[in-house]
Structure formats: C-alpha cells, structure tokens
C-alpha cells in the first residue's frame, strides 16, 4: 500500500506541475507577451479615437463660429453699401461758411460791382498805396537830384 500513496503523490504532483507550468508558461511566454501589447494597443486606439472626436466637435464649433461672424460681416457690408447709396441728409456737403455768412458774401459781391463801376480805374491808385507817395521811390526826391 505504500507504493500506492507514492503513485497517488506522483500523479498528484504530476498534475499540479502540468497545470503550474502551464499557468507560468502563459504568463511568461511570447504569448502572454503579444496579448498584452494587444491590450495596450487597443488602449490606445481607444483614446485616440476621443482625441479625434474631441477634435472634430472643436473643429466644426469653430467652423460654425467662423459661418456665424462670416455672416455677421456680409450683414454689416450690405447694410453699409446700402446706407453709402441712399441719400441721406447728412450725407450732403457741408457749406464752408455758416448761412449768415453767406448770406453777407452775397450781400457784398451785389454791392461790389456798383462801386467799381463807379469809380474810374485809370486815375485812382490803388488802395493799398498811400496819396502823397513816400519812401525811396517817391517822385519828389527823384526830381530834386
């Protein structure tokens, strides 16, 4: 009977030992090896994928940002050219001189024409010339010398 028990604990052993190297040869192998790279590659890919989606939802954000303030600008220019058309009445050009003013140059230029029409060009001097003439070229010391 004892070399039964020996061959009982022999095949226990036996069975205990396949299934331990076969647990540690999958661990360990090339195997276990590729599986976990698998398992981190598809990690990966994962957070890859929610790289590209949030960058996709930023990137048609922006795109509608951009349409929204495109569209803004044409509202704006299209209602800029439209007011530049229209006539309006600040549009007119502004006098240089104030209505009274104007109203005096008009006054003065009527009553400018009658005074000259009056007065004899040839005989009178100008106005800016003083009567009896002086300073270097007054007729009097001419003739003295």
Not at 29 to 40: H, T, V
Not at 119 to 139: K, T, W
């Amino acid at each position: 009977m004892g070399w039964i028990v020996g061959l009982l604990l022999v095949a226990a052993g036996a069975v205990i030992g396949f299934f331990a190297a076969r647990h540690w040869f999958l661990e360990h192998s090339d195997q276990a090896d590729l599986a976990a790279q698998i398992e981190e590659s598809k990690q990966q890919f994962e957070a890859y994928r929610r790289d590209v989606v949030d960058h996709m939802s930023t990137a048609r954000q922006l795109s509608e940002q951009v349409a929204d303030i495109q569209g803004k600008l044409s509202k704006f220019l299209r209602e800029s050219e439209q007011l530049l058309q229209s006539d309006k009445e600040w549009q007119q050009p502004l006098p240089l001189f104030s209505e009274d003013t104007l109203r005096q140059l008009r006054q003065a230029s009527i009553l400018e024409p009658d005074r000259r029409e009056n007065e004899d060009l040839s005989e009178a001097p100008p106005r800016d010339y003083s009567e009896p003439g002086s300073g270097l070229f007054s007729p009097l010391k001419q003739e003295e010398k």
